[in-house]
Nanobody, 115 residues
Framework: QVQLVESGGGLVQAGGSLRLSCSAS????????FGWYRQAPGKQRELVAA???????NYADSVKGRFAISRDNAKNTVYLQMNNLKPEDTAVYYC?????????WGQGTQVTVSS
């Protein structure tokens, strides 16, 4: 089992920045990919960014150049640095971890960007 706890969400003005953290515990050695997803009201959950165990990253087109995902393996923590935030980035952000057999989710953290 893997437990994920997100932190760092909040209210920010458009153009501002936030850094989300996802602290993982448990059988973290089994995790191949960490990802950040978001879900806005009335919309489907979507992938924002992902990072593999080898450090490869991919991003949704809507956040390329503004968001950066990183991981600190020593701390079992994954980060999402979000810059130049826009009102359309408002959503609940979820941390995701994928092992060979399981898919784990955190409880989510709210990000609200005011115009």
């Amino acid at each position: 089992q893997v437990q994920l706890v997100e932190s760092g969400g909040g209210l920010v003005q458009a153009g501002g920045s936030l850094r989300l953290s996802c602290s993982a515990s448990g059988n973290t050695f089994s995790i191949n990919v960490f990802g950040w997803y978001r879900q806005a009201p009335g919309k489907q959950r979507e992938l924002v960014a992902a990072i593999s165990s080898g450090g490869s990253t991919n991003y949704a087109d809507s956040v390329k150049g503004r968001f950066a995902i990183s991981r600190d393996n020593a701390k079992n923590t994954v980060y999402l640095q979000m810059n130049n935030l826009k009102p359309e980035d408002t959503a609940v952000y979820y941390c995701n971890a994928v092992s060979r057999h399981y898919d784990y989710w955190g409880q989510g953290t709210q990000v609200t960007v005011s115009s």
